[in-house]
């Protein structure tokens, strides 16, 4: 099922508008977020992020350093996501 053209919208707009905080680029322009399911019944929206897996054997700092974006990336966009759907649970996978 194809997605209502006011969500896409409002989808894009929000991650025109969420800035990743060390480059202070959007998340549309970084291609932080690989896809947003939109599912209306149950008002519920999950987030796939686009981030690549860190091992903290192989590099402890990248390891810590993409953690605490991701964290950062998360808590930002969600309350973004929260201001166009108020009321909704916000999930990331």
Same mark, same amino acid.
């Given at each position: 099922?194809?997605?209502?053209?006011?969500?896409? *919208?409002? %989808?894009? =707009?929000?991650? =025109?508008?969420? /800035? *990743? @905080?060390? +480059?202070?680029?959007?998340?549309a322009e970084?291609?932080l977020i690989?896809?947003?399911?939109?599912? /209306?019944?149950?008002?519920?929206?999950?987030?796939?992020?686009? %981030? =690549?897996?860190?091992? @903290?054997? +192989?590099? @402890?700092?990248?390891?810590?350093?993409?953690?605490?974006? /991701?964290?950062?990336?998360?808590?930002d966009l969600?309350? =973004?996501?929260?201001?166009?759907? @108020?009321?909704?649970?916000? +999930? %990331? +996978?």
């Open positions: 099922m194809e997605l209502q053209m006011d969500v896409r *919208e409002k %989808f894009d =707009a929000i991650l =025109a508008r969420v /800035k *990743e @905080p060390q +480059s202070e680029l959007s998340l970084l291609g690989k896809k947003m399911t939109y599912y /209306k019944t149950d008002k519920t929206i999950v987030v796939y992020m686009n %981030f =690549a897996t860190q091992s @903290p054997v +192989s590099c @402890p700092a990248c390891f810590i350093t993409t953690d605490m974006m /991701k964290d950062s990336v998360e808590r969600r309350e =973004a996501i929260l201001v166009d759907f @108020p009321g909704w649970t916000v +999930s %990331f +996978s």
